[in-house]
């Protein structure tokens, strides 16, 4: 089973709608993070938040703003009025603490991530 | 600016060449990574190194060997490419400890004929 599900594969809206973007999850850990990045044309993946799992309270930046569910495993993405420099790739990952190897370097658990287009 | 940067961005190579692919961070980060992306899988982790001469093997480690001479450059070898080694390879570097975000390469889109 995948650990970070991403099973809308692409997603195409017309500027101005709103659109939201759906992770599950899997884990046994109690301590663990979730993420969204996003990946433009150009390539590079580009940060966008870090959550972890004690802190449930949904947060809003500007036109994103994301909505963290323990109980359902879930951790969305909406953006609010979409612009057409939104469209990208979009991955939610997973850093879980029993994956801590030697040293301490934790790695994320990818999904297979969004494509949304926005149409001017 | 924090940076990492990947030496090529688009690749060529014809099968059984060695091919190496370079990444360097000015960041000071302990950890990098070496990260391949293909339609429909995600990000799959190649391999990590979390200090110099320290690697571990990914999921998927397979066809690939890295090398971490010095703190800021990560370096990934394909002994022998091979056709299904065709895909986007990206470099990742983060902070040693705590869950910290993990900065990105533009990525290197490597065709093997």
């Known amino acids: 089973a995948q650990k970070v599900t991403q099973a809308q594969t692409e997603i195409s809206v017309v500027e101005k709608e709103d659109v939201t973007l759906d992770c599950v999850y899997e884990?046994?850990?109690?301590?663990?993070?979730l993420f969204w990045y996003k990946q433009p044309p150009s390539g590079e993946l580009v940060f966008l938040i870090r959550?972890?799992?004690?802190?449930?309270q949904n947060e809003i930046s500007g036109r994103y703003s994301w909505n963290f569910q323990k109980s359902t495993s879930s951790f969305n993405f909406t953006i609010t009025a979409s612009q057409v420099v939104d469209s990208a790739v979009y991955f939610c990952a997973l850093s879980e603490f029993s994956r801590i190897s030697s040293g301490s370097a934790r790695q994320l658990t990818f999904g297979s991530g969004t494509q949304l287009t926005v149409l001017p | 600016d924090v940076k990492v940067t990947q030496s090529s961005r688009y690749l060529v190579k014809r099968t059984g060449e060695k091919v190496f692919l370079e990444c360097v961070q000015d960041?000071?980060?302990?950890?990098m990574f070496w990260y391949r992306q293909d339609p429909g899988l995600g990000l799959r982790l190649i391999y990590f190194?979390?200090?110099?001469?320290?690697?571990e093997k990914g999921d998927i480690p397979e066809g690939y060997s890295v090398s971490r001479e010095k703190k800021e450059r990560f370096s990934l070898i394909l002994e022998s490419a091979s056709t299904n080694q065709t895909s986007m390879y990206l470099c990742?570097?983060?902070?040693?400890?705590?869950?910290?975000?993990?900065?990105f390469g533009q990525g290197t889109r490597l065709t093997v004929v």
């Open positions: 190194s979390y200090d110099v001469k320290m690697k």
């Open positions: 884990t046994r850990d109690t301590t663990y993070y």
């Open positions: 959550r972890n799992s004690f802190d449930e």
């Open positions: 990742a570097s983060k902070q040693g400890g705590g869950h910290t975000e993990a900065f």
């Open positions: 960041m000071d980060h302990e950890n």
